[in-house]
């Protein structure tokens, strides 16, 4: 006897499912008062998502959940600074405070500063990792333990880099081993939550304009990084830079039903970069 294989999921016959819905789900998003965290929190909100901004920097949170106010959904703003741990369990306890629960964590906050391994001091490694790397585990776990214990799945959706998996420039060998430890904590956390119906990816920007990538390079004049910046675009195969939004529709995806059925993955999103 031939079986019949199902083909879609029970909640895709509706003819009004709507797959990129995160409609009253309620989410969190590091990093997201500036540049691609913020084009992520417009994305989420824009899809029916409540969306609590978290920053470092509190008055351009503010500003930034300001800014969401046409979109749907109810923005709220908090001070974040993932590498302090008691931080981050705050900000999932706002999250929950605010809107009943946390259903999505998008872990966007990073730093990118410059330096040759060579003149590196341990206090710059150690600041880089840990913000990019410590502060997503600390979130994570936060969240994670707040997701299980509503017993009601989640997503976790982590920006990494392509330099998690091929280095774009010297001069990034601290921010390189954060982001490639980004990429293997998502593995391995994406294991340790798939019992819990929690989906664990990762997205990888290439080239994405945003305030931060925008300043000038350590030991480069303005103009210096200009012309960097420009040899950057061209060896770009779609021949521009990313704007924030284009990876806040990916994030958008993986925060939404239509990747139920994914975890642990990497998503290069980079106009072909990484092929050049
Ligand atoms: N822009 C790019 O080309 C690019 C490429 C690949 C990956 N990324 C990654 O995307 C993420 C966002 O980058 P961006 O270009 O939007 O940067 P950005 O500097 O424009 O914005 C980063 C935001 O994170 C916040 N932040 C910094 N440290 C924080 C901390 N300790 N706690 C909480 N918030 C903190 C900043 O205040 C800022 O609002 C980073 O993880 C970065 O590594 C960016």
Not at 157 to 168: E, F, G, L, Q, T
Not at 210 to 235: I, K, N, W
Not at 245 to 252: E, G, N, S, T, Y
Request: net charge negative.
């Amino acid at each position: 006897m031939v079986q019949q294989l199902e083909v879609t999921s029970p909640t895709t016959h509706s003819a009004e499912w709507d797959p990129f819905s995160v409609a009253g789900r309620n989410a969190l998003v590091t990093g997201a008062a500036k540049g691609i965290g913020h084009g992520i929190a417009i994305r989420l909100a824009r899809a029916g998502a409540n969306v609590l901004i978290a920053d470092i920097d509190e008055a351009e949170a503010r500003r930034a959940s300001e800014a969401l106010t046409e979109a749907s959904g109810r923005p709220v703003a908090t001070r974040l600074d993932v590498s302090d741990t008691a931080s981050c369990q705050a900000a999932v306890q706002c999250c929950v405070d605010e809107f009943g629960s946390l259903d999505l964590l998008v872990n966007d906050a990073g730093i990118f500063p410059t330096s040759p391994v060579l003149e590196m001091s341990p206090e710059f490694f150690d600041r880089v990792l840990s913000v990019n790397l410590k502060g997503l585990f600390y979130m994570s776990k936060a969240a994670g333990l707040q997701m299980v214990k509503q017993g009601r799945g989640g997503k976790i959706v982590n920006i990494a880099s392509i330099d998690s998996v091929h280095p774009s420039m010297q001069g990034l060998a601290a921010y390189d081993s954060s982001k490639g430890g980004v990429l293997s904590f998502t593995k391995n956390f994406a294991l340790e939550m798939a019992p819990h119906n929690v989906n664990v990816n990762a997205i990888a920007p290439g080239g994405i304009t945003t305030e931060g990538a925008s300043q000038p390079l350590v030991g480069m004049s303005a103009e210096e990084t200009t012309a960097m910046m420009a040899a950057f675009t061209q060896r770009i195969p779609l021949k521009r830079m990313g704007v924030p939004d284009d990876i806040a529709k990916v994030a958008l995806f993986l925060a939404s039903p239509a990747a139920d059925y994914m975890t642990g993955a990497l998503i290069v999103v980079d106009g072909g970069m990484l092929l050049s």
